[in-house]
T-cell receptor, first 113, second 114 residues
Framework: EDQVTQSPEALRLQEGESSSLNCSYT??????LFWYRQDPGKGPEFLFT???AGEEKEKERLKATLTKKESFLHITAPKPEDSATYLC??????????????FGRGTQLTVWP | GAGVSQSPSNKVTEKGKDVELRCDPI?????LYWYRQSLGQGLEFLIY????????KSGLPSDRFSAERTGGSVSTLTIQRTQQEDSAVYLC????????????FGPGTRLTVL
């Protein structure tokens, strides 16, 4: 069964303290891995898509990387406005619903000044 | 451009009542997905529409749940005889096509069943 596990469940960082969030996955053929950011009371906001091992993408203080078993979201010198829940999702290239996303439970990040 | 919109933003209903949730996808997007986010749980896939093809209903938790998409655009998710365990945030997403495309989410409808 396709599964996505995110760790840690919650992370508290001081402003400027860099860290990484982990997303490990088992899927019957990876079509894509997606990172989203979700603020309280809002829908997930797209951040990155990664398609193959070794791929990296960056946006401001965020950098996403992908291996054959996991993805990391690195946060460099975070600011309080980076506080949110970060969701990881995978899309399989086999199965009854090719486009559906399998989500992890998310990492709740809090950055304090 | 306009993103995915959903209505209502909040819905409180009594157990046993029927509810309808609406989703307006991004214009031109042919794929539309419904997900459910329960407290402490990850997003759970419910149903998928692609163009004029028959929907994939494999994620619907029971036959009390149904959805339709009219004219390849607006979608309505209907829950009949609501139960307390149906309380959750219902999220709609659309994408230009199916394969590899990013799914863009709406703000969700928070459903509370009393």
């Amino acid at each position: 069964e396709d599964q996505v596990t995110q760790s840690p469940e919650a992370l508290r960082l001081q402003e400027g303290e860099s860290s990484s969030l982990n997303c490990s996955y088992t899927v019957s053929g990876l079509r894509g891995l997606f990172w989203y950011r979700q603020d309280p009371g809002k829908g997930p906001e797209f951040l990155f898509t990664l398609y193959s091992a070794g791929e990296e993408k960056e946006k401001e203080r965020l950098k996403a990387t992908l291996t054959k078993k996991e993805s990391f979201l690195h946060i460099t010198a975070p600011k309080p406005e980076d506080s949110a829940t970060y969701l990881c999702a995978v899309q399989a290239d086999r199965g009854s619903t090719l486009g559906r996303l399998y989500f992890g439970r998310g990492t709740q990040l809090t950055v304090w000044p | 451009g306009a993103g995915v919109s959903q209505s209502p933003s909040n819905k409180v209903t009594e157990k046993g009542k029927d509810v309808e949730l609406r989703c307006d996808p991004i214009s031109g997007h042919t794929a539309l997905y419904w997900y459910r986010q329960s407290l402490g749980q990850g997003l759970e896939f419910l149903i998928y529409f692609q163009g004029n093809s028959a929907p994939d209903k494999s994620g619907l938790p029971s036959d009390r749940f149904s959805a339709e998409r009219t004219g390849g655009s607006v979608s309505t998710l209907t829950i009949q005889r609501t139960q307390q365990e149906d309380s959750a945030v219902y999220l709609c997403a659309s994408s230009p096509q199916q394969v590899r495309d990013t799914q863009y989410f709406g703000p969700g409808t928070r459903l509370t069943v009393l």
